[in-house]
């Protein structure tokens, strides 16, 4: 059974960073592709950051040289650092896969 456990999350200044994590269970991290979601209150929840073994990771527009989505396969961990964070970040944050989701993790971002 997969489980995706994210944590990391915070209240942080605009311009300060976070770093996200996301601990894998039941599959390895070769299995498949691992994104990370966020969803605003009152929002329709939307993609931040893909990565695939063998591809090079993807981004949202509104995130691109800012967020860097990587992953540690000895720990079975995703991660989503973030850097130079804006009000507009604030949201609840998912890590993905497949069909599978987390329960998120707060991020709040005050201007």
């Known amino acids: 059974q997969v489980e995706l456990v994210e944590s990391g999350g915070g209240l942080v200044q605009a311009g300060g960073s976070l770093r996200l994590s996301c601990v894998v269970s039941?599959?390895?991290?070769?299995?498949?592709?691992f994104e990370w979601y966020r969803q605003a209150p009152g929002k329709e929840r939307e993609f931040v950051a893909r990565?695939?073994?063998?591809?090079?990771?993807t981004y949202a527009d509104s995130v691109q040289g800012r967020f860097t989505i990587s992953c540690d396969h000895a720990k079975n961990t995703v991660y989503l650092q973030m850097n130079n964070l804006k009000p507009e970040d604030t949201a609840v944050y998912y890590c993905k896969r497949e069909a599978t989701w987390g329960q998120g993790t707060q991020v709040t971002v005050s201007s």
């Open positions: 039941g599959i390895t991290l070769r299995s498949g592709i």
């Open positions: 990565i695939r073994r063998g591809f090079i990771p």
